[in-house]
């Protein structure tokens, strides 16, 4: 998840990176950062499949990231320019990819259907939570064609490295949900 002020990013350009919120040790971080923990997903078994942060600790790092931006800038300013943030996410291809298609907990759990209604329930639970923060402008970015990444098509290199036609039908599937 990435918040930062509207304004901010509009001049992303001038701005090289949005720095990580577990990094930045300065003023900066009253323009915007990123909380996003590479690797993880909706699933908290993914994030423990991959020894990454879950997507539970990030709403935790938000919810102190919060609290000193009011102490940085005062309640009031603090409140306006949470609220007018934009909230980027993307998230969703590591349940897949790194957890449910590679070990068995979850697809002995669920099929692919209830696995992706199980997803669509915590991000649902999420953006309610993360609006409930004062959040206003949710960015919830989609599903790609899976079978199109570079990840899967390599494991596809004896037919051509062709894209994995079962593998893009997924995120289809998802949106749907």
């Known amino acids: 998840m990435v918040g930062f002020r509207q304004t901010s990013f509009l001049k992303l350009g001038n701005k090289p990176i949005v720095p990580a919120y577990l990094s930045t040790c300065d003023i900066k971080f009253a323009t915007g950062v990123c909380f996003a923990s590479a690797g993880t997903g909706y699933d908290n078994a993914t994030s423990d499949v991959l020894s990454v ?27 306006e320019v949470l609220g007018e943030a934009l909230y980027l996410i993307s998230i969703g291809t590591n349940d897949f990819l790194e957890n449910y298609y590679i070990f068995p907990g979850r697809s002995s759990q669920f099929s692919v259907m209830e696995y992706q209604n199980f997803l669509v329930q915590i991000a649902r639970n999420f953006v309610t939570d993360l609006h409930l923060l004062g959040a206003q402008k949710i960015a919830l970015g989609g599903l790609p064609p899976m079978g199109c990444l570079p990840l899967e098509r390599t494991t596809n290199i004896f037919f ?18």
């Open 53 to 79: 942060i879950p997507l539970w600790k990030e709403l935790e790092f938000y919810k102190e990231y919060q609290k000193k931006l009011r102490g940085y800038l005062g309640k009031e300013k603090a409140n």
């Open 160 to 177: 051509g490295s062709d894209c994995i036609e079962e593998s893009i039908a997924w995120p289809r599937i998802s949106m749907r949900s």
